[in-house]
């Protein structure tokens, strides 16, 4: 953009009226479509932040529901939508006012207590159902989330249930 603006100070000078006001105009559209294209390059490079993020989280929560079962990491997520872990934490934080890794942490817990409420199977089992390596991880991942273990969890609930 600097020659353009350096034509136009070289045209300037030239006193052939005729000449120098068509150049002149000539030269003032090259500037104006030059500037024109840099507003439309900058404005590319900007994504609507609310609509994005929306966008981002929502993307995020429909991966957490049907992987959450074999995929804990939010790098992996950030990786399956295509943004960085920064941004999706950022529309995590705007949609529910907590992080990435809480709102995954939060959906595991809920299908945890699904499967301890509403099935028979053992914690074993329902730790491997969870992606879990094995069962003392998802003990020790449960307790952290509710405060008692997935046994004293079911034991709790099934008082509950018979009234006993």
């Known amino acids: 953009m600097n020659d353009a603006f350096g034509r136009l100070e070289t045209e300037a000078a030239i006193t052939d009226n005729f000449a120098h006001n068509v150049l002149n105009d000539f030269l003032l559209y090259e500037l104006l479509i030059r500037v024109c294209r840099e507003i439309i390059k900058a404005n590319a490079a900007q994504k609507p932040v609310g609509s994005s993020r929306d966008s981002v989280f929502s993307q995020f929560q429909r991966l957490v529901s049907q992987h959450h079962k074999d995929t804990h990491a939010v790098s992996d997520y ?64 449960f307790k952290r989330q509710t405060g008692e273990t997935p046994l004293q969890f079911r034991k709790r609930h099934k008082t509950r249930n018979t009234g006993r």
């Open 78 to 141: 950030a990786d399956m939508i295509g943004v960085s872990t920064r941004a999706l934490f950022a529309a995590t934080e705007e949609k529910v006012h907590c992080s990435a890794l809480k709102y995954l942490h939060k959906q595991i817990s809920i299908e945890a207590t699904r499967e301890l409420l509403y099935t028979s199977c053992s914690i074993k089992e329902i730790a491997f159902k969870l992606g879990f390596a094995d069962e003392p991880h998802f003990i020790k991942f």
